[in-house]
């Protein structure tokens, strides 16, 4: 049976917890009384900034800096954690990169940096936390993926294979830690009204809209909503699953 853990008592990291989507996430959790562990690479003040949010909810909240594509670091997050009492119950894989261009055009340093920061960055942020939530049987692991690691796209090739990549991550894990009574899921969204899309001009952002039937792009905050309600207690039956809120977009 799964235990569940009163909102004041649970912790969430949020990786790329400084923007967009992760932002969103990260000040839900919040709102619903969770603590939050806001991690970023660069960009403080911005985190600083998630972080002041999430705070008016009156729940402890921490920013923690690590490149996710080296393990050093992500242990080295994890001893901060540690030392704050604050290591995670619920794990959001949310940090990540696209990348736009024709296949033949991607060098060799461009793939291994996506597929590092991508794919890597969460098997190594993933196998860092497990042990806690492996002891107390408890834990909420949740992917941010992509629609394009669903059905793939043009000239996205490498960034769709990297999302590809982490919804078989998901689905097998999700049956390697079910025992343990830890759910791992993806939310696969389509498009989103983020820093992603600015590679686009208006007339192509204008295209992409026509294509999805309820006419709009989605906004972060729907993203994150669908995030917390797979992450909490009573969705314990909900594993293995790739979930894409894409707006009727892909079918």
């Given at each position: 049976?799964?235990?569940?853990?009163?909102?004041?008592?649970?912790?969430?990291?949020?990786?790329?917890?400084?923007?967009?989507?992760?932002?969103?996430?990260?000040?839900?959790?919040?709102?619903?009384?969770m603590n939050v562990v806001i991690h970023?690479?660069?960009?403080?003040?911005?985190?600083?900034?998630?972080?002041?949010?999430?705070?008016?909810?009156?729940?402890?909240?921490?920013?923690?800096?690590?490149?996710?594509?080296?393990?050093d670091q992500i242990l080295k997050m994890q001893e901060k954690l540690?030392?704050?009492q604050m290591v995670p119950d619920i794990l959001v894989n949310n940090a990540g990169i696209t990348h736009f261009g024709l296949l033949s055009d991607v060098t060799e340093d461009e793939w291994d940096h996506v597929m590092n920061t991508n794919l890597k960055g969460i098997f190594l942020c993933t196998q860092a936390f497990l042990p806690h939530m492996i002891t107390q049987k408890y834990g909420r692991i949740v992917n941010v993926s992509s629609v394009w690691g669903m059905t793939g796209a043009s000239c996205e090739v490498l960034y769709s294979t990297t999302?590809?990549?982490?919804?078989?991550f998901t689905k097998a894990l999700a049956?390697?830690?079910a025992p343990s009574g830890i759910t791992v899921n993806a939310v696969a969204p389509g498009a989103v009204d983020t820093s992603m899309l600015h590679?686009?001009?208006?007339?192509?952002?204008q295209s992409l809209i026509n294509d999805i039937p309820v006419g709009?792009?989605?906004?972060?905050?729907?993203?994150?909503?669908?995030?917390?309600?797979?992450?909490l207690p009573e969705s314990s039956y909900i594993t293995g699953q790739i979930i894409s809120p894409n707006g009727g977009w892909m079918t």
């Open positions: 049976m799964t235990i569940l853990k009163a909102s004041s008592e649970t912790t969430v990291l949020v990786t790329g917890g400084n923007r967009g989507i992760g932002a969103a996430i990260a000040e839900r959790f919040a709102s619903a009384g970023y690479l660069q960009a403080h003040e911005a985190a600083n900034e998630v972080a002041r949010k999430c705070l008016k909810y009156g729940v402890r909240v921490l920013t923690v800096t690590a490149d996710l594509k080296s393990k540690n030392l704050h999302k590809g990549g982490m919804n078989a049956k390697e830690l590679h686009l001009n208006e007339q192509e952002k709009r792009l989605a906004q972060p905050e729907e993203i994150a909503s669908l995030v917390y309600f797979v992450a």
